[in-house]
């Protein structure tokens, strides 16, 4: 993990330069319209708790295997443990956890032009005229911005993506381990996005994810 002051120092990887998206985990490239993270476009992730969370590092896990840094921005409860999980690689993953909100887009500006992929959670009263800066600044960098908790950005994102139901699986009645979390995911967006999908994603998979699994009378009000 590296902190924003060491951050100027941090450069592209040569390996990703030339790629116009970004990977993902081939269980999430299927609603995203380019099959991954676009450069220069911007990505909202809003919906229910730490669902949402997981959805993100979901997302940012593949591109930081492949070399790509990391930024993260004001994500106050992010659990390095289950980054590393996800698949993150820590070592290219600056972290800026809390930040004064009159400073939120300047540090977040400073990542976009450094790093290839931002993680934000925007505060609450973000100014619309630092949306666009911020906006125009991702798509002329080439970068990718992921907003948690839209705030502003929702209208105006290439990517939406609400987790509306999320679901643990594995404890049977007081006992055993939990094994997996099933999430609903809503798509929405701009452009090759702005048809409206809801998909159903293991994150993280259990051993039996893609396998035929026998559901409750509960599940299936969740997930029928």
Do not use: K
Not at 46 to 71: D, E, F, I, K
């Amino acid at each position: 993990m590296t902190t924003v002051a060491s951050v100027a120092g941090l450069t592209r990887p040569v390996s990703l330069a030339g790629s116009r998206v970004l990977p993902v985990d081939p269980s999430l490239s299927s609603f995203l319209p380019d099959g991954g993270l676009r450069r220069g476009s911007t990505v909202t992730v809003t919906g229910r708790g730490q669902g949402a969370t997981s959805l993100v590092l979901g997302l940012a896990a593949a591109a930081s295997r492949a070399g790509s840094w990391c930024g993260v921005v004001g994500v106050i409860d992010l659990g390095l443990v289950a980054a590393a999980a996800a698949g993150l690689d820590l070592s290219r993953v600056a972290v800026v956890p809390d930040v004064v909100p009159a400073q939120w887009a300047t540090v977040v500006g400073v990542l976009v032009d450094t790093v290839d992929l931002v993680v934000a959670n925007p505060p609450r009263h973000l100014r619309i005229g630092d949306v666009r800066r911020l906006t125009n600044r991702v798509r002329e960098r080439g970068a990718v911005l992921i907003a948690l908790g839209a705030g502003a950005w929702l209208e105006g994102a290439d990517v939406r993506l609400t987790v509306e139901e999320a679901r643990w699986y594995g404890p049977g009645a007081g006992d055993g381990h939990l094994e997996g979390r099933q999430i609903v995911v809503a798509t929405g967006g701009r452009g090759a996005a702005s048809r409206p999908q809801r998909v159903t994603l293991w994150l993280p998979a259990p051993a039996y994810a893609g396998s035929d699994v026998e559901l409750g009378a509960a599940d299936e009000a969740l997930f029928g």
